[in-house]
């Protein structure tokens, strides 16, 4: 099956700085999502990305389906984006597919 | 905007009792997951389930799991024999009908099982 390789696995940063999470899968990938899953463990859809490039105020993300990875751009970084990071997809597109996720990159911004 | 909604937040079960997981998905989605995350761990899919029956399950969805839609807005996942390895934190999901096929995730329940 596909596998999805979140890197780092750990960021530290000062609150401020801009940061690039990247997500690898081992094939093409359908339904591409980001997640963030705050201290209460909570899952918050950030994008829906199959392909192309988003925005949502102060985060990004680009995917690069035919290289098979995604990247979340976080610029001025703020510690309420501290928390765990999951990208995850599916092997074929459209509904009824299971999602495969990353193990997330763990994020910490420090006042 | 509307939201998938989890009740309970957290449930503390003893070993070998049955549990009920509730979740109300978004009102026009059709299509609705189960997954899961043990403590530390990545998200795991559990189930999928459209038009009244499962589409398809994982290795983890065994005898011991069942889904059911029993009535127009609820979504249950139960377990029959909670074990100490079902603590984790569960997640429902649904995705509408004629769309991308972004799935929309609730807050989720935290099991324990002690």
């Known amino acids: 099956g596909i596998q999805v390789e979140q890197s780092p696995p750990d960021l530290i940063l000062q609150e401020g700085a801009n940061s690039t999470l990247r997500c690898n899968f081992s094939?093409?990938?359908?339904?591409l999502q980001w997640f963030h899953q705050n201290p209460w463990g909570q899952l918050i859809n950030l994008f829906y990305?199959?392909?192309?490039?988003k925005q949502n105020g102060r985060l990004s993300a680009t995917t690069v389906a035919t290289e098979r990875y995604s990247l979340l751009y976080i610029s001025s970084s703020q510690t309420t984006d501290s928390g765990v990071y999951f990208c995850?997809?599916?092997?074929?597109?459209?509904?009824?597919?299971?999602?495969?996720w990353g193990l997330g990159t763990s994020l910490a911004v420090n006042p | 905007e509307p939201e998938v909604t989890q009740t309970p937040s957290h449930q503390v079960t003893q070993m070998g009792q049955e549990v009920i997981l509730r979740c109300v998905p978004i009102?026009?989605?059709?299509?609705f997951y189960w997954y899961r995350q043990i403590l530390g761990q990545k998200v795991e899919f559990l189930v999928s389930?459209?038009?009244?029956?499962?589409?398809?399950k994982s290795e983890i969805f065994d005898d011991q799991f069942s889904v059911e839609r029993p009535d127009g807005s609820n979504f249950t996942l139960k377990i029959r024999s909670t074990k100490l390895e079902d603590s984790a934190m569960y997640f429902c999901?649904?995705?509408?009908?004629?769309?991308?096929?972004?799935?929309?995730f609730g807050p989720g329940t935290r099991l324990t099982v002690t």
């Open positions: 999901a649904s995705s509408e009908p004629r769309g991308s096929g972004e799935q929309y």
């Open positions: 009102s026009n989605h059709l299509y």
């Open positions: 389930f459209y038009n009244n029956e499962i589409s398809e």
């Open positions: 094939d093409s990938v359908n339904n």
């Open positions: 990305i199959p392909s192309g490039t």
């Open positions: 995850a997809g599916s092997p074929f597109a459209g509904n009824n597919r299971k999602l495969i």
